[in-house]
């Protein structure tokens, strides 16, 4: 039976995280070559034998910070040179500080969209060089764009810059064929929703039901990705059980 990304090639960023896990799994049960980049590469070995386990065609595993531009122009050209081509994208990496407003320095705003959002404007720029027509990128942004909690407000820019992102470069990529979307997580369990202070404190709440799988996010990735999404692009697509829904 043939697989849905059967020698495709398909970067993700922050590939080694809860929801980068997750979306290389999915992708590595319909066959891709992966290339996975991370700022930190402990277990990379591991990853590498589960992939290939699951179905992956190829795993490399790459040392990146994403707000690096230079980390950014090799990671790409891996997928390249290595794997031929690049037929997907997905744009992942993430962090969180936690500060209130008038205590946030110019270098926490700078790290935070540079991770958050830079990351993802270099890497779509370095995709657009290369992809052919018929090519995917998607952007994991978050529920923050819409509406969000004291103490994340770099993080909730950077996911809001991201949507815009999303939409100007699914107008750019139209003639090329290159569809952009994004998925907006909500609350999922991944370490970085436990080490949450606003969870510490009460000052954010979590009802039955408002916590995810990781999983659950890597299917609305791996859908977005493949051409039974091939009439959707510029979307941003909700993934939070019904959480923002709410009142």
């Avoid at 960023?13 to 799994?25: F, R, S, Y």
């Avoid at 065609?57 to 707000?67: F, G, I």
Wanted: hydrophobic fraction near 45%; aromatic fraction near 6%; proline fraction near 4%.
């Amino acid at each position: 039976m043939s697989r849905r990304f059967d020698n495709k090639s398909v970067l993700i960023t922050g590939g080694l995280g809860g929801i980068g896990k997750a979306c290389a799994e999915g992708f590595a049960r319909e066959g891709a070559k992966l290339v996975l980049a991370d700022l930190r590469i402990e277990g990379a070995a591991a990853a590498i034998t589960d992939l290939m386990a699951l179905g992956a065609s190829e795993v490399r595993v790459e040392a990146c910070d994403v707000s690096r531009e230079a980390d950014v122009v090799r990671v790409c050209r891996v997928a390249t040179d290595v794997f031929g081509g690049l037929d997907v994208l997905v744009n992942i990496a993430g962090m969180m500080i936690y500060k209130p407003i008038e205590e946030l320095s110019l270098d926490d705003w700078t790290r935070l969209m540079g991770v958050n959002f830079f990351g993802a404007a270099m890497f779509t720029r370095e995709a657009f060089r290369v992809m052919q027509p018929g090519s995917a990128i998607v952007n994991v942004s978050s529920i923050h764009t819409h509406q969000t909690s004291p103490l994340v407000a770099p993080y909730a820019a950077a996911k809001a810059a991201l949507g815009s992102l999303t939409r100007t470069a699914s107008i750019e990529g139209k003639p090329k064929g290159i569809r952009v979307n994004a998925v907006l997580p909500g609350a999922v369990d991944t370490p970085m929703l436990w080490a949450s202070p606003n969870l510490k404190s009460g000052a954010e709440t979590l009802e039955s039901g408002d916590v995810g799988q990781p999983s659950e996010i890597a299917d609305a990735v791996l859908y977005l990705a493949t051409a039974q999404a091939s009439f959707v692009t510029g979307a941003s697509l909700n993934v939070d059980g019904g959480r923002l829904a709410k009142l």
